[in-house]
Nanobody, 125 residues
Framework: QVQLVESGGGLVQAGGSLRLSCVAS????????MGWFRQAPGKAREFAAA???????TYYADSAKGRFTISRDVRNAVDLQMNSLKPEDTAVYSC???????????????????WGQGTQVTVSS
């Protein structure tokens, strides 16, 4: 059974940092692109960051550029380091995995075949 399990969420004050981690099990995701998405209450899920299967290429939403850093390692894990957090970053953050697809953009939720349950991030003002 394929599973993506996120951890690292929590409550932090504005300006603080959190590091989210997503560990995959049930199969190897070495050849899969990985992404982080977030969904705030009453809003649609939105793209935050993605990393290519090789780890060479990274992609960020405009709201995340300069503050978030996505990385992956040989443990079949992908992390999202979030700095200078703002109250508007409050959301449930989910990781996702998808095989390389040159006909679709990595910011598209349909690009990804596997999803985690999500971890709550709350930023207080």
């Amino acid at each position: 059974q394929v599973q993506l399990v996120e951890s690292g969420g929590g409550l932090v004050q504005a300006g603080g940092s959190l590091r989210l981690s997503c560990v995959a099990s049930g199969r190897t995701f070495n050849s899969y692109d990985m992404g982080w998405f977030r969904q705030a209450p009453g809003k649609a899920r939105e793209f935050a960051a993605a990393i290519s299967w090789s780890g060479v290429d990274t992609y960020y939403a405009d709201s995340a550029k300069g503050r978030f850093t996505i990385s992956r390692d040989v443990r079949n894990a992908v992390d999202l380091q979030m700095n200078s957090l703002k109250p508007e970053d409050t959301a449930v953050y989910s990781c996702a995995a998808g095989p390389v697809n040159y006909r679709m953009g990595r910011t598209d939720t349909n690009y990804y075949h596997y999803w985690g349950q999500g971890t709550q991030v709350t930023v207080s003002s």
